[in-house]
């Protein structure tokens, strides 16, 4: 028996009896397809020991998306939705082909409630991208996010074929491609190699003419810290490379591009809330389903520990709502109340949000923890903060 | 920048009158997109969900 918040502490029951209501999910993450083909050094699903996914089918079979779609509908009829957002995920979707990626748009159109919108989003490596498939896409309103890692020598490091070979050509030739394409075009993720200058990066995919983009840290928490930092350090190299890479962003006189991270992060410091679960407190509202139909939190979560994305519910006898009652679900909607004491103190709690809830991790304590990347935040936070004061006291004058 | 606020119900900074938008409406720097941004949301009052962030 460990002594795990959320897991083994928080009380669902007692919280709700208190009046407390889960907010409904509004993002659905399906995983198309189990397998990618190519093996990032950082992947949260294949690199982490979490094996699970040998186990599960390749692609989602018609089944499974058929009724995915009819539970998306009855969760947004019940909950009375105007709009959810479906991000087809993997592994690499694109795998899955052109007749599964249309066969779940149709689906899901189809099963929809007239008042509810669809936002239909496809997050890929790139490298399948071709004319034939953006065709479909085009055809079927599916929005393309695309990872790359900055310039081509960071990118061919770490998102390698399984033959060692990079994969840079391939994906900036899809994103090349998809640059035609601007109505289908969503954005870049990037994930921050310390080792890279963060100006080089930002400008890197810059070049790809993304809409939007964003520079994710990666994962890891206070038992398996992320490279270059380590429990206990105040150090905040990620900080100071994302405040190199915000006031190249902000010093334009005209917005290049948005940098999500940075953007929320400014709309927080106005008062407003984030969008993102990098950073503040708006509820969680995501839920993932996996190939063969298991209901499973943010996949980000295998890089704590394993098994800890399940929550042995499947959309085959389950519906959305059973799965809003698990604890790990409740805690990431709960705001100021989930975080750590020390963060509840903290002057920038409500802009920081304790961070990812990933990052919090500590085996033995659960998720009630500051993020491994305080110091980093804190930075990031504060220089943003300053930047936007300084600006807006000019323009009061 | 000074003290940090301690009431969650504030922002780091003074949201400037509305009429500083006007002036900034031929501006299209990162601070009027979000300050435009903020005003619509104020205007929608709509609540704010957080989603994934390994998609864009």
Known sequence: ?397 | MGELPTDDTTSFVEMPQLEVLDLLVDDDSPLAYALRRRKHEIDLQEPTIAGHDSVI
């Open chain 1, 1 to 397: 028996m460990t002594d795990e918040w959320p897991a083994d502490t928080l009380d669902v029951d007692a919280l709700t009896r208190t009046g407390w209501h889960a907010v409904p999910f509004q993002q659905f993450v399906l995983k198309l397809h189990g397998r990618c083909n190519i093996a990032c050094t950082y992947c949260y699903m294949y690199q982490t020991g979490d094996r699970d996914w040998l186990s599960r089918p390749r692609v989602m079979s018609p089944a499974v998306i058929r009724t995915t779609a009819r539970r998306i509908a009855e969760h947004a009829e019940r909950h009375g939705l105007p709009r959810v957002e479906v991000a087809l995920h993997g592994g690499e979707p694109l795998l899955a082909g052109p007749v599964v990626l249309a066969d779940v748009a149709t689906e899901l159109r189809a099963a929809l409630p007239p008042g509810t919108a669809l936002d239909l989003v496809v997050q890929t490596n790139g490298i399948l991208l071709d004319e034939a498939v953006l065709d479909v896409l085009a055809a079927h309103r599916i929005r393309v996010g695309v990872s790359v890692d900055g310039a081509g020598g960071t990118h061919d490091r770490r998102r390698r074929y399984a033959n060692g070979r990079g994969s840079y050509a391939d994906t900036a030739r899809g994103l090349r491609l998809l640059g035609h394409h601007r109505e289908l075009f969503a954005g870049v993720l990037a994930v921050i190699d310390l080792s890279d200058e963060p100006v080089a990066t930002y400008e890197a995919l810059l070049e790809f003419t993304p809409p939007r983009m964003d520079f994710l840290m990666p994962h890891g928490n206070w038992s398996a810290p992320p490279p270059h930092k380590s429990a206990g350090d105040q150090d905040g190299p990620y900080g100071r490379w994302l405040t190199a890479a915000f006031d190249r962003w902000y010093g334009t006189a005209e917005q290049e591009t948005e940098v999500r991270l940075f953007a929320e992060i400014i709309n927080l410091v106005l008062g407003g809330q984030s969008r993102t679960e990098s950073v503040g407190l708006s509820p969680v509202a995501l839920v993932t389903v996996n190939t063969d139909g298991s209901l499973e939190q943010v996949d980000s979560l295998r890089s704590a520990y394993r098994g800890a994305v399940g929550t042995g519910l499947n959309v085959a006898t389950h519906t959305f709502d059973d799965v809003l009652s698990h604890p790990s679900v409740v805690a990431r909607q709960l705001g100021l109340a989930a975080l750590a004491e020390s963060c509840q103190q903290c002057g920038i709690r409500r802009v920081c949000g304790g961070g990812h809830y990933v990052h919090r991790y500590r085996r033995g304590t659960g998720f009630r923890n500051p993020s491994i990347y305080c110091p980093d935040l804190t930075t990031l936070i504060t220089h943003i903060a300053g930047r936007v004061s300084a600006d807006l006291a000019s323009l009061a004058v």
